[in-house]
């Protein structure tokens, strides 16, 4: 995951990371995971430039975006903000929005899939990327095609299809 490849405009996104919670402290190559995870997504999509922000939170902070936001007054583990609304052409800055991740949602997940901490926190990188791309999961055929993006780009990273479980148990 340390290789930073570069988009057809030879540019790679500019990511600012901002951690919100001491948590973070425990997985010390947090900012460097993200920013890999981006920039594999932007190199297999073709992305151009673009910049963002990717902010590394606690439960309680991402629960209450979660509520203000979605109606949803529980915690999650990723959370995307397009800069652009759904349908709208793109403004002429290469922002494109913010990305939070929770610690402890992550963490638990982690745990309960059997798959290690930086690698599950990569794939809800690369998740919240292509949300800020306008993919979603919102119908069947949409979440086929985003997960089917986000195998490829793990792939790309010789990362462990995320998916993989959960359809086993299927």
């Known amino acids: 995951m340390t290789a930073r490849p570069r ?5 790679r996104p500019q990511i600012e990371v901002i951690t919100r919670s001491t948590r973070w ?11 890999s995870a981006i920039f ?20 309680s902070a991402i629960k209450t975006l979660n509520r203000d936001w979605r109606g949803k007054n ?3 583990n990723v959370l995307s903000f397009p800069a652009a609304m759904p349908g709208n052409k793109r ?8 990305i939070v991740i929770a610690f402890e949602t992550t963490a638990r997940e982690a745990l309960a899939e059997g798959k290690p901490f930086r690698l599950h926190l990569a794939h809800l990188a690369v998740h919240g990327f292509l949300h ?7 119908t069947e055929r949409d979440a086929q095609e985003m997960e089917r993006l986000e195998r490829r780009i793990m792939a790309a990273m010789a990362i462990p299809d995320p998916y993989a479980s959960r359809d086993a148990e299927a």
């Open 91 to 98: 403004h002429a800055s290469p922002y494109i929005g913010d």
């Open 40 to 59: 594999a997504a932007a190199n297999a999509l073709s992305t151009p430039p673009a910049e963002l922000a990717i902010v590394l939170c606690n439960d």
């Open 7 to 11: 988009g057809r405009h030879g540019m």
């Open 132 to 138: 800020l791309l306008g993919y979603d999961h919102e």
């Open 25 to 35: 402290k425990r997985q010390p190559k947090a900012s460097a995971i993200v920013k």
């Open 74 to 76: 529980a915690a999650t």
